[in-house]
């Protein structure tokens, strides 16, 4: 099982930047592909962001790619979405995510554990 926890969501202004955590419980974490993915009102889930086991590799919707940058520190049991040059249109509940064991960070279908969500709320 794992167990994951966002937080770092806020209100701000367009230009602004905010750092979201996701802090993780569960003994295999360290082995599991990570990554967050966003909703906005009315809309569908979508992806943002992935990061593999290792961090040593990365993937980003192209709407974020050059402002956020995704991040896990495994010692610590937690991932971190640094978001740069906020726009309104990032607006959006954030979520935490995890695959199943041997996921692909890629492979949407593959994180099966969420975190509840945190929001994100940018002003122009």
């Known amino acids: 099982q794992v167990q994951l926890v966002e937080s770092g969501g806020g209100l701000v202004q367009a230009g602004d930047s905010l750092r979201l955590s996701c802090a993780a419980s569960?003994?295999?974490?360290?082995?599991?592909?990570m990554g967050w993915f966003r909703q906005a009102p009315e809309k569908e889930r979508e992806f943002v962001a992935a990061?593999?086991?290792?961090?040593?590799?990365?993937y980003y919707v192209g709407s974020v790619k050059g402002r956020f940058t995704i991040s896990r520190d495994n010692a610590k049991n937690t991932m971190y979405l640094q978001m740069n040059s906020l726009k309104p249109e990032d607006t959006a509940v954030y979520y935490c995510?995890?695959?199943?064991?041997?996921?692909?960070?890629?492979?949407?279908?593959?994180?099966?554990?969420w975190g509840q969500g945190t929001q994100v709320t940018v002003s122009s």
């Open positions: 995510a995890a695959t199943r064991a041997s996921g692909l960070y890629y492979r949407t279908d593959d994180y099966i554990y």
């Open positions: 569960g003994r295999t974490f360290s082995s599991r592909a």
């Open positions: 990061i593999h086991w290792s961090g040593d590799s990365t």
